[in-house]
T-cell receptor, first 111, second 113 residues
Framework: GENVEQHPSTLSVQEGDSAVIKCTYSDSASNYFPWYKQELGKRPQLIIDIRSNVGEKKDQRIAVTLNKTAKHFSLHITETQPEDSAVYFCAPGAAGNKLTFGGGTRVLVKP | DTAVSQTPKYLVTQMGNDKSIKCEQNLGHDTMYWYKQDSKKFLKIMFSYNNKELIINETVPNRFSPKSPDKAHLNLHINSLELGDSAVYFC????????????FGSGTQLSVL
């Protein structure tokens, strides 16, 4: 099965700085690469995703980059704000197949 | 209108009891899931149903039995609850057919005493 690792497991940044989380996966058949955000006590919610035919996707302050050869993709958050504090999960998968969640990265944005 | 709703939100019960969690989605999705999130926040898939048919059944004790009466509902019944079953259980749905975006319910916090 898919082996998914996220780094770092915790990340503390100053408000306004950037944050980067890396997700490494093992299954070369994976072609869908989403990131989910889970605020304290809430449900996970999709914030951005990318497919394997695209190298980068941006949505305001968040972006995802994919390196399919090296089997990793990253979440980039710029100009971090306190409301970005949450646990972030990557969940790579193949079309029509289950997503495998990484262990999560706890991000704390300090005002 | 809540897209994926599950009940109850909290469930506190004694070891050995049987309990059920209900889930409904009004998104018209074909695929529904149960995920378990432990105290360390690991999210693990338990079951997946596509149009009422079981398609994923991870290594889950057979005390856990999912039931899908129709494609908008996926319930989870747990027999003989154990301390280790304490977790947050999330229901989710996706369109399926190549669209894997997951929409989660608000979760059920199960505490087994």
């Amino acid at each position: 099965g898919e082996n998914v690792e996220q780094h770092p497991s915790t990340l503390s940044v100053q408000e306004g700085d950037s944050a980067v989380i890396k997700c490494t996966y093992s299954d070369s058949a994976s072609n869908y690469f989403p990131w989910y955000k889970q605020e304290l006590g809430k449900r996970p919610q999709l914030i951005i995703d990318i497919r394997s035919n695209v190298g980068e996707k941006k949505d305001q302050r968040i972006a995802v980059t994919l390196n399919k050869t090296a089997k990793h993709f990253s979440l980039h958050i710029t100009e971090t704000q306190p409301e970005d504090s949450a646990v972030y999960f990557c969940a790579p998968g193949a079309a029509g197949n289950k997503l495998t969640f990484g262990g999560g990265t706890r991000v704390l944005v300090k005002p | 209108d809540t897209a994926v709703s599950q009940t109850p939100k909290y469930l506190v019960t004694q070891m050995g009891n049987d309990k059920s969690i209900k889930c409904e989605q009004n998104l018209g999705h074909d695929t529904m899931y149960w995920y378990k999130q432990d105290s360390k926040k690991f999210l693990k898939i338990m079951f997946s149903y596509n149009n009422k048919e079981l398609i994923i059944n991870e290594t889950v004790p057979n005390r856990f039995s999912p039931k899908s009466p129709d494609k908008a509902h996926l319930n989870l019944h747990i027999n003989s609850l154990e301390l280790g079953d304490s977790a947050v259980y999330f229901c989710a749905s996706s369109q399926g057919d190549g669209d894997e975006k997951l929409f989660f319910g608000s979760g059920t916090q199960l505490s087994v005493l």
